[in-house]
C-alpha cells in the first residue's frame, strides 16, 4: 500500500495540473529522484506524464501565440494596401467621368449653335414635314445629351457626335436653298458671354466654311489695336484664345466687319477704310470715304465714334454713313472688297444721328430707333428699289445699351454686344425656298 503521506501529495498535484495547467516548479513542486519513497508508486508515474503533457501544451500555445501576432500583423497591411487601391480606384473613376463630361459638355454647345437656325426654317410650309423631323431629332439628341450628363457613358460618345455634324450639315444644306428675303421678327437674344467694357465688337466671318469658326473679338470703341482671335465660339466662351493681332492703326467706333479672311474697319480721327489680312497680317487696302462724316460729327445716337458703318450681308460688302451733302442723312454704299471703291452709292432720308444702330440684310438697310430700352427696327431702305418704309419690328435690349449691332449672312442671326454682353438675336425672313427647278 501507499503511504499516506505519498497519496495526498500526488493527489494534491493531480488536482491542481488539472484545474490550473501550469508550470510545476510554479506550484513550488519538486519532483523527488528515483530513490524517493513514492517513486515506484503507480502515481509517481501518471505525474511525470502529466508535467510532460503540461510543458507540451505550454510550447504549443507559445507557438500559436507567436503565429497570431505574425498573422494580425500581415492583416493590417494588407488593410492599408486595400485601402490605398481604393483611393486610387475611386480617383481614377473620379478623372473619367470629368473627362467624359468635358466631352459632352462640348457636344452641348454644339446643338446650342445648331439651335438658331430652326425658327428661320419654321416659316415655310412647304417643308414643315421636314422642319418637325429636323426638330425632332433636335429634342431626341438633346434628351439624350441630358441624360448622359446624369449617367455618364451610357452612349458611345462618337456615335452621338457623327449625328450631330450629319444634322448640322443637312441643316445647312436646307439653308442654302433659302433665298433673300424680308426681315420679319427678331427673336433672343442669347447671351453668349459677358466680358470686356460697355463698348465692343464681335464677329464671324460669313464667307468662312462650315468648319472654320472662328471668332473675333474687339474691345472698346477707340484707342484699341489689338484684335483676338478664338477658334470656336467654345473657346471664346472658355476664353481659350489662339491669336492675337496688332493692327497698324487704332480703329474708331465698334462698326467693323471680317468678311472673306480680312477685316474690315474705320481709321481713327478719319473716314479711311482699311482691309486687314489676317493670313498675311498686313494691310491690303485702304481708302478715303468721300463726304463722310466721321470723330461723333454723325454718329448712332449713343456716340462713341460711330460715325461709319461697314457691314456684310448676301449681296456683299457696304458702308452706312452720312454726309454734309446729304443733310446727315444715311447714305448706304455697296464697297468693292478688294479695292475699296465705292461701286454704288443711295442718298436716304432717315438722319444718322437718330439712328440707335442699323444692318443690312439682302440688300436692305434696317435701322433701330435707339440703342436703349424699348428699341425696335423702325425704318427700312431697299437698294434693289430705291424706297423705304416705316417698320414696327421689336426685339429684346436685355442689357439696356447696345453699341453694335450686325447680320452675319451664314448664320442668319445678329450679333450684339450689348452693354459688356456679347448676345445672338435670330432672324425670321420671308422669302421663297429654292427648287431644282429654278434658273
Not at 39 to 47: E, G, I, P, V, Y
Not at 58 to 64: A, D, K, N, P
Not at 332 to 340: E, K, R
Not at 369 to 381: D, E, F, P, R
Amino acid at each position: 500500500m501507499t503511504s499516506e503521506p505519498c497519496l495526498r501529495l500526488l493527489n494534491y498535484i493531480q488536482d491542481n495540473v488539472q484545474t490550473s495547467l501550469v508550470d510545476p516548479e510554479a506550484l513550488g513542486i519538486v519532483v523527488a529522484p528515483e530513490q524517493n519513497l513514492c517513486s515506484r508508486d503507480a502515481k509517481s508515474r501518471q505525474l511525470r506524464q502529466l508535467l510532460e503533457k503540461v510543458q507540451n501544451m505550454s510550447q504549443s500555445i507559445e507557438v500559436l501565440n507567436l503565429r497570431t501576432q505574425r498573422d494580425f500583423q500581415y492583416v493590417l497591411k494588407m488593410e492599408t494596401q486595400m485601402k490605398g487601391l481604393k483611393a486610387k480606384f475611386r480617383q481614377i473613376e473620379d478623372d473619367r467621368k470629368t473627362l467624359m463630361t468635358k466631352h459632352f459638355q462640348e457636344l452641348k454647345e454644339k446643338m446650342d449653335e445648331l439651335l438658331p437656325l430652326i425658327p428661320v426654317l419654321e416659316q415655310y410650309k412647304t417643308d414643315a414635314k421636314l422642319i418637325t423631323q429636323f426638330k425632332e431629332e433636335i429634342r431626341n439628341l438633346s434628351a439624350v445629351l441630358t441624360g448622359i450628363q446624369e449617367e455618364i457613358g451610357a452612349y458611345d460618345y462618337e456615335e452621338l457626335h457623327q449625328r450631330v455634324l450629319s444634322l448640322e450639315t443637312r441643316l445647312r444644306d436646307c439653308m442654302k436653298k433659302l433665298t433673300c428675303g424680308k426681315l420679319m421678327k427678331i427673336t433672343g437674344p442669347i447671351t453668349v458671354k459677358t466680358s470686356g467694357t460697355r463698348f465692343g465688337a464681335w464677329m464671324t466671318d460669313p464667307l468662312a466654311s462650315e468648319k472654320n469658326n472662328r471668332v473675333w473679338y474687339m474691345d472698346s470703341y477707340t484707342n484699341n489695336k489689338i484684335v483676338r482671335e478664338y477658334k470656336s465660339i467654345a473657346d471664346f466662351v472658355s476664353g481659350a484664345e489662339s491669336r492675337t493681332y496688332n493692327l497698324p492703326f487704332k480703329w474708331a467706333g465698334t462698326n467693323h466687319v471680317v468678311y472673306n479672311g480680312s477685316l474690315y474697319f474705320n481709321k481713327y480721327q478719319s473716314n479711311i477704310i482699311i482691309k486687314y489680312s489676317f493670313d498675311l497680317g498686313r494691310v491690303l487696302a485702304q481708302r478715303s470715304l468721300e463726304y463722310a462724316g466721321f470723330h461723333n460729327v454723325y454718329p448712332y445716337t449713343w456716340g462713341g465714334f460711330s460715325d461709319i458703318d461697314l457691314m456684310a450681308d448676301e449681296i456683299g460688302l457696304w458702308a452706312v454713313y452720312a454726309t454734309n451733302q446729304n443733310a446727315g442723312n444715311i447714305v448706304i454704299s455697296q464697297l468693292n472688297q478688294d479695292t475699296l471703291e465705292v461701286m454704288k452709292s443711295w442718298n436716304t432720308g432717315y438722319p444718322k444721328r437718330s439712328a440707335g444702330e442699323s444692318f443690312m440684310i439682302c440688300g436692305t438697310l434696317y435701322v433701330t430707333n435707339s440703342h436703349l430700352t424699348g428699341a425696335k427696327v423702325y425704318y427700312s431702305y431697299s437698294t434693289k428699289t430705291s424706297t423705304y418704309e416705316y417698320t414696327d419690328i421689336p426685339f429684346h435690349n436685355q442689357y439696356f445699351h447696345i453699341s453694335m449691332l450686325d447680320y452675319n449672312a451664314r448664320d442668319r442671326a445678329l450679333y450684339a454686344w450689348n452693354n459688356g454682353h456679347q448676345v445672338l438675336f435670330n432672324v425670321t425672313l420671308f422669302h421663297i425656298i429654292k427648287t431644282e427647278d429654278d434658273t
